[in-house]
């Protein structure tokens, strides 16, 4: 079973996934990842803490997501991986195409490393 949520900070798009990526739902998957891409967004993160195993076909999600998202001038990083899928994500080369984060603020520090432009304007 596979759950998504969805929550913006700014224009940045977080995908919380909780489960599995499997074969029966990694379409469901694909498909919310691809609609971000689609409605605009291009700074993605991909929470992953609560995903035990990722199928093949997920993986290549990512990795049309990472060329779309950079494709737009953004980019996509996974969130807090666990220990399994971290270690396919290694195998896999991802590791060389995007960042590996701990925490939400790592994620939004990845593509605002000066704050949030409404952090900076306010500080103006």
Do not use: W
Not at 1 to 18: N, T
């Amino acid at each position: 079973m596979l759950e998504i949520g969805f929550e913006k900070v700014e224009d940045i798009g977080f995908l919380k996934l909780r489960g599995s990526v499997d074969g029966e739902n990694y379409e469901m998957f694909h498909a919310s990842a691809s609609g971000l891409l689609d409605q605009g967004v291009s700074r993605i993160v991909l929470d992953l803490k609560e995903v035990d195993y990722i199928v093949s076909s997920g993986f290549r999600t990512i990795g049309s997501c990472v060329s779309g998202a950079k494709d737009m001038g953004g980019g996509l990083v996974i969130m807090s991986p666990t220990d399994g899928v971290r270690e396919i994500l290694q195998l896999l080369g991802f590791h060389n195409l995007l960042s590996i984060v701990a925490t939400k603020e790592e994620a939004v520090k990845y593509f605002y490393p000066e704050g949030l432009p409404a952090e900076k304007d306010g500080d103006a």
